[in-house]
């Protein structure tokens, strides 16, 4: 080559080129990843737990079973089944609003709390309306199963408020 | 002569005319009973459902007057509310086709105008209160 000829671009790729490549895949592939990493792990554990048994319901209510054990299986009532399929709507969008605001990097205690509130609604008029809808000869293990389901759900919520909060102090965003 | 209106405060007369409202009104559903309610589903519904949102969101109110009254933040309080008031208006509306409506009842007519102005007045709220919270406002 000559000296004089203007420079080519290099097959191979400098060392920093590659890291800087690494590092934008990183950022593309891992906001998720980088936002749970300013959280303590007992934070990421209930956050998979929670996740794990919402995706759960999720798939109960998409394959068509949960409906039939609910207050619509025992009334056959309309209102029971748009009841429960709004209900189903807001769960999917609260999950789904907690992990953009985790995204995000805002701050989750107040979210975190607005879901417990809501969360502690469902299950007590759902509770409610299930052991009215059942009448006389109630399902007991299904209701043992329900509040079983809210209960854990809920706590996982004080949980993760909690750990929220210890997140906030490690990174030094509390006061 | 120019008077100020402080309109935090009107949304809040807004909101404890709107929950008085729904007091007399769920109170006045329950000792009169099937008679006054026109479906089935109203009747099955009264039962537990409007008890049980009547005693929570009076519960709530009840932690913001405290709150109020001890000078505590009360954003995070305003937040909760208004999240379960438009989740039962949106359930209300979609899911039970607003079995609840009484029009025979002046009670009934006065909860069902105040509602949608509710709604618009506790978010106002929030959005205030929040703004107070990060210094937007005073």
């Not at chain 1, 009215?132 to 043992?144: E, K, R, T, V, Y």
């Not at chain 2, 937040?79 to 899911?95: N, P, Q």
Request: glycine share 6%.
């Amino acid at each position: 080559m000559r000296s004089d000829e203007p420079s080519k671009p290099s097959d191979s790729l400098s060392p920093s080129e590659i890291a800087a490549l690494s590092e934008s895949n990183l950022r593309r592939g891992g906001r998720l990843s980088a936002a749970l990493n300013t959280k303590t792990a007992a934070f990421r554990l209930y956050l998979t737990v929670f996740t794990s048994l919402v995706l759960c319901y999720i798939v109960a209510h998409a394959s068509g079973l949960l409906p039939s054990y609910l207050a619509f299986g025992w009334t056959g009532r309309f209102f029971d089944f748009q009841m429960h399929r709004v209900r189903f709507l807001m769960s999917a969008t609260m999950l789904t609003c907690g992990y953009v605001w985790l995204i995000l990097g805002r701050e989750l205690v107040h979210l975190l709390v607005c879901f417990f509130a809501l969360s502690f609604y469902f299950a007590v008029t759902g509770l409610a309306r299930l052991e009215g809808a059942m009448g006389d000869a109630p399902n007991f293990i299904f209701l043992s199963f329900f509040v079983s389901f809210h209960s854990t759900c809920l706590l996982l919520l004080l949980l993760l408020v909690r750990e929220e909060v210890r997140s906030d102090v490690f990174t030094g965003r509390a006061e | 002569m120019k008077i100020k209106i402080d309109v935090y405060m009107l949304c809040e007369l807004i909101v404890f005319s709107f929950a008085l409202a729904v007091i007399v009104h769920t109170v006045t559903v329950a000792r009169l009973g099937g008679s006054l309610l026109t479906s089935d589903d109203a009747v099955a519904l009264t039962q537990e459902l409007i008890l049980y949102r009547a005693a929570l969101t009076g519960f709530l109110l009840l932690l913001y007057v405290s709150y109020r009254v001890l000078k505590k933040n009360t954003t995070l309080v305003l937040k909760v509310i208004a999240l379960i008031s438009w989740v039962a208006f949106i359930e209300d509306l979609i899911a039970m086709d607003d079995v609840f409506f009484t029009p025979e009842l002046i009670t009934g007519q006065i909860t069902q105008i105040l509602r949608p102005v509710y709604l618009m007045a506790i978010l106002f709220m929030v959005f205030r209160s929040s703004d107070r919270e990060v210094g937007y406002a005073e």
